[in-house]
Nanobody, 117 residues
Framework: QVQLVESGGGLVQAGGSLRLSCEAS???????MGWYRQAPGKQRDLVAI??????TYTDSVKGRFTISRGPAANSVILRMDNLKPEDTAVYYC?????????????WGQGTQVTVSS
């Protein structure tokens, strides 16, 4: 059974920090893990991912967010510093496989991040 268990998130003032953690299980092969976010009325967008080739960030979080491998196998941590109100969204953990037809994502249940101004 595939499971992605997320923790962290919450409410923070602008300029504050939060830490998101995610651990995946039940997936035989994982090519990468990362975080996506979805604000109300908007599509789900990439925030940061990490593969054997290293991390990738969306431009709006570069220099503020850091993604790293967690201590457990198939786990990932997202450290978010200098948070802004526009970072408010539901954050989803993804474990993905790279296939010829594109990436196949396995998703967590999502965790709310709210940044107040």
């Amino acid at each position: 059974q595939v499971q992605l268990v997320e923790s962290g998130g919450g409410l923070v003032q602008a300029g504050g920090s939060l830490r998101l953690s995610c651990e995946a299980s039940g997936i035989l092969t994982i090519d990468g893990m990362g975080w996506y976010r979805q604000a109300p009325g908007k599509q789900r967008d990439l925030v940061a991912i990490i593969t054997n080739g290293g991390p990738t960030y969306t431009d709006s979080v570069k220099g503020r967010f850091t993604i790293s491998r967690g201590p457990a196998a198939n786990s990932v941590i997202l450290r978010m510093d200098n948070l802004k109100p526009e970072d408010t969204a539901v954050y989803y953990c993804s474990a993905f496989q790279l296939q010829s037809s594109g990436a196949k994502h396995y998703w967590g249940q999502g965790t709310q991040v709210t940044v107040s101004s």
